[in-house]
């Protein structure tokens, strides 16, 4: 008698989520995979995500509509530079890149070695991903119809979303906050060096944290 190869249990949260946060979805239960498509901001309008459910683990994949021509070696290699580069220091998921075919996704994972997976922690990696597309699309899309170099793409993205976030939060009076970013951002010229150019111990960088999710709802197709 055949046996399902993943968690029923954690597939039916799964559902539970999507069911009662009416996304339109389909779902294989042979393999236990949903799908589904997400609309989303910025110059990558729209993602097919595809939600592996495991035995003890969930892994959420959020592919990109457009990819990389395989047999244009210069933009294949500058896309490869941007994802490593992006995926430098990122604590929940990462980009991933196919070298056969030029394929983009994000891909965020879920334990439940264990336990079960909490609806909040299931709404966070489907939206993580589309935020990651949000922050980073621009410096793909440059890269795939500009002919854009990594570094220039990425410093593009960063520079985007820190003057995004300083204006929420200018928005939203929190005046000492924004003028500390504006002096980070002034400061960018040395990046992580001192005046001497001596590298910075990491805890003397400042940080900013913010809520990527927030009230934002994102319009489901």
Same mark, same amino acid.
Request: aromatic fraction near 12%.
């Given at each position: 008698m055949?046996?399902?190869m #993943?968690?029923?249990?954690?597939?039916?949260?799964?559902?539970?989520?999507?069911?009662e946060?009416?996304?339109?979805f389909s779902?294989?239960?042979?393999h236990?995979?949903f799908? =589904?498509?997400?609309r989303i901001?910025?110059?990558?309008h729209?993602?097919? #995500?595809?939600?592996?459910?495991?035995?003890?683990e969930i892994i959420? #994949?959020?592919?990109?509509?457009i990819?990389?021509d395989?047999? $244009?070696?210069?933009?294949?290699?500058?896309m490869a530079?941007?994802?490593?580069?992006?995926?430098?220091g990122?604590?929940n998921?990462?980009f991933?890149f196919? =070298?056969r075919?030029?394929?983009?996704?994000f891909?965020s994972y879920?334990?439940?070695?264990?336990?079960?997976?909490s609806i909040?922690?299931?709404?966070?990696?489907?939206?993580?991903?589309?935020?990651?597309f949000?922050?980073y699309?621009?410096?793909?899309?440059?890269?795939?119809f500009?002919?854009?170099?990594? @570094?220039?793409?990425?410093a593009?993205c960063?520079k985007? #979303?820190e003057?995004e976030?300083?204006?929420i939060?200018?928005?939203?009076?929190?005046? $000492?906050?924004?003028a500390m970013?504006?002096? @980070?951002?002034?400061?960018?010229?040395?990046t992580?060096?001192?005046?001497?150019?001596?590298?910075?111990?990491?805890?003397?960088i400042?940080?900013?944290? *913010? $809520?990527?999710?927030g009230?934002?709802? *994102?319009?489901?197709?």
């Amino acid at each position: 008698m055949k046996t399902n190869m #993943y968690s029923i249990e954690i597939a039916n949260i799964v559902k539970q989520f999507l069911t009662e946060d009416s996304w339109n979805f389909s779902f294989d239960e042979e393999h236990g995979i949903f799908k =589904f498509g997400l609309r989303i901001k910025g110059k990558i309008h729209s993602l097919k #995500y595809f939600i592996s459910i495991r035995t003890n683990e969930i892994i959420v #994949y959020g592919i990109c509509p457009i990819g990389v021509d395989e047999e $244009d070696n210069k933009m294949m290699m500058e896309m490869a530079e941007f994802l490593h580069r992006v995926n430098w220091g990122l604590r929940n998921g990462c980009f991933e890149f196919d =070298f056969r075919d030029g394929e983009i996704r994000f891909r965020s994972y879920i334990d439940c070695d264990k336990t079960l997976p909490s609806i909040e922690s299931i709404k966070n990696s489907i939206f993580c991903t589309a935020a990651m597309f949000e922050k980073y699309g621009a410096g793909i899309t440059s890269i795939i119809f500009a002919e854009g170099y990594a @570094q220039e793409a990425i410093a593009m993205c960063e520079k985007k #979303y820190e003057e995004e976030l300083y204006s929420i939060l200018s928005e939203i009076g929190d005046s $000492d906050l924004a003028a500390m970013m504006t002096r @980070q951002a002034e400061s960018q010229e040395i990046t992580e060096e001192g005046a001497d150019g001596e590298k910075l111990p990491s805890e003397e960088i400042p940080k900013v944290h *913010m $809520d990527l999710f927030g009230e934002k709802k *994102m319009e489901v197709e």
